[in-house]
């Protein structure tokens, strides 16, 4: 079974302070994806990641694919109370085109 | 263009019980993927369906099941549901099949709350 795991699983900071949350797992997957997601909604796609290395920029977000497909990293600078939510990775299991999630980051920026 | 819509919003039943939940995809999406959301599990992948087909299914129960109609709608139908069943069920449509060599964004539904008491 492929499993990611994300870290931390809470994160609590001041306005204008960076913060990186890590997705990992043991397995390779082909893509892997980045969510944010509202009291009330549903997830919203950020990113998608394909290539090992890959690194995508999203205004104050990076994301960042591991060499070897299976880790990524979220990285949010000069954080803002917007920034306030559950951030989630997902990765494409490869052979059967599920989509696994890891347990999501609260994230909770103060002002 | 309207988003995905699903209902109901809120539900409430107890142990034993059944329950039928709906989405609407977004207009011109044929697949439909869900998953159950709760506090210790996280996002779990329940089922997806294209073209009133399953295309794939999550490691749940025969108890949970669903179908797709030909405009695309789908429902998922919960039965002899326990407490463990309470949870954030959302519903995401997407263009073509979804997984594998196809990434195309899914876009997730606000979600049924579903209670089991």
């Known amino acids: 079974t492929q499993l990611l795991e994300q870290s931390p699983q809470f994160l609590s900071i001041q306005e204008g302070e960076n913060l990186t949350v890590y997705c990992n797992s043991s397995s390779v997957f082909s893509s892997l994806q980045w969510y944010r997601q509202e009291p009330g909604e549903g997830p919203v796609l950020l990113v998608t990641v394909v290539t090992g290395g890959e690194v995508k920029k999203l205004k104050r977000l990076t994301f960042q694919f591991g060499d070897a497909r299976k880790d990524s990293s979220l990285h949010i600078t000069a954080a803002q109370t917007g920034d306030t939510g559950l951030y989630l990775c997902?990765?494409?299991?490869?052979?059967?085109?599920?989509?696994?999630f890891g347990q999501g980051t609260t994230l909770q920026v103060k002002p | 263009k309207a988003g995905v819509t699903q209902t109901p919003r809120y539900l409430i039943k107890t142990r034993g019980q059944q329950v039928t939940l709906s989405c609407s995809p977004i207009?011109?999406?044929?697949?439909v993927s869900w998953y159950q959301q709760t506090p210790g599990q996280g996002l779990q992948f329940l089922f997806e369906?294209?073209?009133?087909?399953?295309?794939n299914k999550g490691n749940f129960p025969g108890r949970f099941s669903g179908r797709q109609f030909s405009n695309s709608r789908s429902e998922m139908n919960v039965s002899t549901l326990e407490l463990g069943d309470s949870a954030l069920y959302l519903c995401?449509?997407?263009?073509?099949?979804?997984?594998?060599?196809?990434?195309?964004?899914?876009?997730f539904g606000p979600g049924t709350r579903l209670t089991v008491l």
């Open positions: 997902a990765g494409v299991a490869g052979n059967t085109g599920k989509l696994i």
């Open positions: 207009s011109g999406h044929r697949s």
């Open positions: 369906y294209f073209s009133e087909t399953q295309r």
């Open positions: 995401a449509s997407s263009l073509a099949p979804w997984g594998g060599a196809n990434t195309d964004t899914q876009y």
